[in-house]
């Protein structure tokens, strides 16, 4: 356990759902479990960083409601906060080029978080603007999804998941090639309905110029490495290509709920030791192999699970 260095402490990953429970103390064992993990965490055992997705899903709180839960939370987190998954992504590339070992600063902020209070509104407005994107850009394939046949073998699954992943990864190739071609990048927009975004691709290829400082050479090994090896070794990248190609495979109606997860798992799992989230979402984990590719152990709320990870902190402590 401890990928990370931080004073050798185990990184636990809570989901929204763990710390909702903690602070309403849902039941005896919601309550026996939070009171070892704090102590544990007041032994120095284990830290639990904050996330994004921590923010938007606890502004949809009432305000007193959202502050007392984020206080709750950071200081669990020591402060700390995961990337956001374009600035991991691109510490991630720039870290595996270049062949940098992985620090606590590779995956984590340390910069001085605002007050929640400061920002709730901000946070809620940010929520509308991503419901009613995701919702845009989730119909039309939700429709498509409704009638087609998913009774495949699982043999055919795993072609179409390969297939799915691989497109994403030509997609990559493709505007990285243009890119070198043309020497210049320009962030397109996407279109989601009432609102545009900057392209994905040309995001990450922006800052590896600007913020990494890549010269040709290191974005021609880049692409040499997508050609190669595709994303396998960029963490952030393989996890949200192969969940969302398991939903596309899966036939699996999509929603704003589902595109958090996959942001949170793509985000955080990495650099997790333990991480919590979903029932569905942890079987998606464990069917994928993603728990032993990135050697987290995976944690759901039903009481099989909790009795498990009360048994963890009791011998953490």
Same mark, same amino acid.
């Given at each position: 356990?401890? /990928?990370?260095n931080q004073q050798?402490?185990?990184?636990?990953?809570?989901?929204?759902f763990?710390?909702?429970?903690?602070?309403?103390?849902?039941?005896?064992?919601?309550?026996?479990? *939070? *009171?070892k993990l704090?102590?544990?965490?007041? /032994?120095?055992?284990?830290?639990?960083?904050?996330? #994004? @997705?921590?923010?938007?899903? #606890?502004?949809? /709180?009432?305000?007193?409601?959202?502050?007392?839960?984020? &206080?709750?939370?950071?200081?669990?987190?020591?402060?700390?906060?995961?990337?956001?998954?374009l600035?991991? +992504?691109?510490?991630? =590339?720039?870290?595996?080029?270049?062949?940098? /070992?992985?620090?606590?600063?590779t995956f984590?902020? +340390?910069?001085?978080?605002?007050?929640?209070e400061?920002?709730?509104?901000?946070?809620? &407005?940010?929520?509308?603007?991503?419901n009613?994107?995701?919702?845009? *850009?989730?119909?039309? @394939?939700?429709?498509?999804?409704?009638? =087609?046949?998913?009774?495949?073998?699982?043999? +055919? &699954?795993?072609?179409?998941?390969?297939?799915? *992943?691989?497109?994403?990864?030509?997609?990559?190739?493709?505007?990285?090639?243009?890119?070198?071609?043309k020497?210049?990048?320009i962030?397109?927009?996407?279109?989601?309905?009432?609102?545009?975004?900057?392209?994905? =691709?040309? @995001?990450?290829?922006?800052?590896?110029?600007?913020?990494?400082?890549?010269?040709e050479?290191?974005?021609?090994?880049?692409?040499?490495e997508?050609? +190669?090896?595709?994303?396998?070794?960029?963490?952030?990248?393989?996890?949200?290509?192969?969940?969302?190609?398991?939903?596309?495979?899966?036939n699996?109606?999509?929603?704003?709920?589902?595109?958090?997860?996959?942001?949170?798992?793509?985000?955080?799992?990495v650099?997790?030791?333990?991480?919590?989230?979903?029932?569905?979402?942890?079987?998606?984990?464990?069917?994928?192999?993603?728990?032993?590719?990135?050697?987290?152990?995976?944690?759901?709320? #039903?009481?099989?699970?909790?009795l498990?990870?009360?048994?963890?902190?009791?011998?953490?402590i």
């Amino acid at each position: 356990m401890k /990928k990370i260095n931080q004073q050798n402490k185990i990184c636990i990953y809570l989901d929204q759902f763990v710390v909702s429970n903690f602070v309403d103390e849902t039941n005896d064992l919601w309550k026996e479990i *939070k *009171k070892k993990l704090e102590i544990a965490h007041s /032994k120095n055992k284990i830290y639990c960083p904050l996330s #994004t @997705q921590h923010f938007l899903e #606890t502004a949809k /709180k009432d305000f007193n409601n959202a502050i007392i839960h984020h &206080e709750y939370f950071r200081k669990l987190s020591d402060n700390y906060q995961f990337k956001n998954e374009l600035f991991l +992504t691109t510490q991630l =590339i720039s870290s595996l080029i270049r062949a940098n /070992k992985h620090t606590l600063k590779t995956f984590l902020n +340390t910069d001085k978080l605002k007050k929640f209070e400061e920002i709730y509104n901000e946070i809620n &407005e940010q929520n509308k603007i991503f419901n009613e994107s995701v919702n845009y *850009k989730t119909s039309s @394939q939700n429709e498509f999804r409704k009638v =087609i046949n998913n009774n495949c073998d699982k043999k +055919t &699954e795993e072609q179409f998941l390969n297939v799915i *992943k691989s497109l994403e990864v030509e997609n990559f190739i493709k505007r990285l090639e243009e890119y070198l071609l043309k020497k210049r990048i320009i962030i397109r927009p996407d279109n989601y309905g009432k609102h545009e975004f900057p392209n994905w =691709i040309d @995001q990450i290829l922006f800052q590896l110029t600007y913020k990494h400082k890549f010269k040709e050479t290191e974005l021609i090994q880049f692409l040499n490495e997508l050609k +190669t090896n595709g994303f396998k070794r960029i963490p952030t990248l393989n996890i949200r290509f192969f969940l969302g190609a398991y939903l596309s495979v899966k036939n699996k109606q999509e929603n704003t709920g589902d595109h958090i997860d996959i942001m949170r798992i793509s985000n955080c799992l990495v650099s997790s030791d333990i991480f919590f989230t979903d029932k569905k979402r942890k079987f998606e984990i464990l069917e994928l192999k993603l728990d032993k590719e990135y050697d987290v152990k995976v944690f759901s709320g #039903t009481e099989k699970d909790l009795l498990e990870f009360k048994f963890l902190l009791e011998n953490i402590i």
